[in-house]
């Protein structure tokens, strides 16, 4: 189903007893019309001709009047009184579209070079096109070749996914083969983990048509086929309900993916019964004020306006802003929604006076600090939880761990909010055991570096360094200097990972058990 024919089911009015007014104002609209319309001149004693030269106005009742513009007015703000509405309200703590997982093939096919620069590497064009349209919504990547390997779980963070999607590449992959059913069964089981409904969308060349069937069975997949023009596969052209898009030299193809997850999201937020509905009234406010320009033509000023601008300015409370036009119209935080849904966190932060939502602008902004001083306003299980991400994404895991516990003693059943305590734990834990583990016991006093770790336990001995001075050879190097002398690229890294779970699932098998995971390599 496509987008619009999911708004087209969807779509409802929140308070329909409103529209009985519409057959009042019609009505109305008739009675006062009828009333306006001239009655000719008698035409007794007075020729044809001189009649018609004479009579001013006589087609009036063709013409649009004042009672016109009033009417459709009035019409229009009935319907939008009643709520029209095809949408429920988005849930600011949950993405902001359908989840998604990627599936790569790895294999030798996906290496020629009839799609520049090649198959497979056009495909990760694809995917980081993809990611960059999605605006930082939850995706997963998987690859497969004659296994299937998850390669990044569920994350919102695109920078994450980058290198380990550069280093896919055949030679790294345990086993030969397209076992695109095992890749199916995995992205199905990332997938279960989610709160909403996502899609699976396949990143191939070919399937093999053994597989098709439970690809054709399996809900909102899509396969991107990276194939050249005029050429054809016979297991994707088994597909019948699986969506099939071929790849385009442009950004068709990316942005028709896009389209097919925006309509499954749409379609799970219809299921999920605990989001009100999303009034879309203001939509119809535009047409009205529009018409309501036809007043100050000259015979068209309605007696009744001054009565109508007084009336619509009594609700006015408080002090009237006029920074810009938006402002007439909409409320700041109104306007705060808007830029949120355009991804412009950081003008929606300015824009917001609720603290809840200007302190999740702020963190989707990635100013942590700011976030968590702003939400300390708000006693709320959301606003901790938001607190205690804040608290990991700036390394203050100690702190994680106290606001996921706030958030569990507000509200017990508060999703995620166990799964990440415990990941917080685990982080302070690891850092203190580490501390423990690097303890030497030296204590020189000169020259050490100021280096602060989460350890209120206390666990370890403060050590210093001593820092070499001007002249005594390169000096200290800074964290990043030294990872970049780190020779360790992620293909490496992936090689040995898919060998040790090709071993385990039983996939290949090896000489000895200690063999595989030492050496990556699978006898």
Do not use: C
Request: proline residues 7%; aromatic residues 8%.
């Amino acid at each position: 189903m496509n987008e619009f024919a999911v708004i087209l089911d969807a779509f409802h009015f929140i308070r329909p007893l409103w529209l009985l007014l519409l057959p009042v104002i019609l009505l109305a609209w008739w009675v006062i019309r009828r009333g306006q319309v001239r009655q000719g001149p008698p035409a007794d004693g007075l020729a044809p001709h001189l009649r018609s030269a004479l009579t001013v106005g006589s087609d009036s009742q063709g013409r649009l009047r004042p009672i016109d513009g009033v009417a459709l007015g009035l019409l229009l703000l009935v319907i939008g009184a009643a709520g029209p509405t095809w949408s429920r309200t988005p849930d600011p703590f949950v993405a902001q579209t359908a989840p998604l997982v990627v599936v790569l093939e790895v294999t030798p096919s996906m290496a020629e070079k009839d799609i520049a620069p090649s198959r497979l590497e056009r495909g990760k064009q694809k995917i980081r096109d993809l990611l960059d349209l999605r605006g930082g919504a939850r995706t997963a990547l998987v690859a497969y070749a004659g296994s299937a390997h998850g390669v990044v779980p569920m994350t919102e963070d695109p920078a994450v996914m980058l290198p380990y999607l550069e280093g896919l590449i055949p030679e790294i992959m345990p086993v030969e083969g397209e076992q695109a059913g095992q890749a199916l069964a995995l992205a199905t089981d990332l997938l279960s983990q989610e709160e909403t409904p996502g899609g699976i969308l396949f990143v191939a060349d070919g399937l093999d048509p053994a597989d098709a069937p439970a690809l054709d069975g399996a809900a909102t997949l899509a396969v991107l086929a990276m194939l050249p023009e005029g050429v054809r596969d016979r297991g994707l052209d088994q597909l019948s309900n699986a969506t099939v898009i071929p790849a385009t030299p442009d950004a068709s193809d990316v942005n028709r993916i896009d389209r097919l997850l925006a309509a499954a999201y749409r379609e799970a937020l219809l299921q999920n019964t605990e989001q009100p509905w999303e009034d879309r009234a203001h939509w119809l406010a535009w047409p009205v004020i529009l018409l309501t320009l036809l007043w100050f033509r000259r015979g068209w000023t309605m007696r009744w306006a001054p009565l109508l601008l007084v009336v619509g300015f009594l609700p006015l409370s408080g002090p009237v802003r006029a920074d810009g036009i938006s402002d007439w119209f909409l409320t700041p935080d109104q306007q705060g929604m808007i830029a949120y849904r355009n991804k412009h966190f950081e003008r929606a932060a300015e824009l917001f006076t609720d603290p809840l939502w200007r302190g999740y602008a702020l963190f989707r902004d990635g100013q942590y600090e700011t976030a968590i001083e702003v939400l300390d306003r708000v006693e709320t299980a959301e606003a901790s939880y938001i607190q205690g991400m804040a608290q990991i994404r700036s390394r203050g895991y100690r702190d994680g761990v106290r606001a996921f516990e706030t958030t569990l003693e507000r509200d017990p059943d508060y999703p995620h909010a166990e799964d990440n305590l415990a990941v917080a734990r685990e982080i302070v834990d690891y850092i203190e055991r580490v501390r423990e583990q690097s303890d030497t016991g030296e204590h020189t006093g000169e020259g050490a570096d100021d280096v602060v770790f989460d350890n209120e336990a206390n666990r370890g001995a403060d050590t210093d360094m001593k820092v070499p001075q001007e002249g005594e050879g390169m000096g200290m190097m800074t964290t990043d200097q030294w990872m970049n002398t780190v020779d360790t690229r992620t293909g490496d890294f992936l090689r040995q990972r898919f060998a040790l779970e090709a071993v385990r699932a039983g996939s290949v098998e090896t000489t000895s058990d200690a063999e595989a995971p030492a050496t990556g390599t699978a006898q």
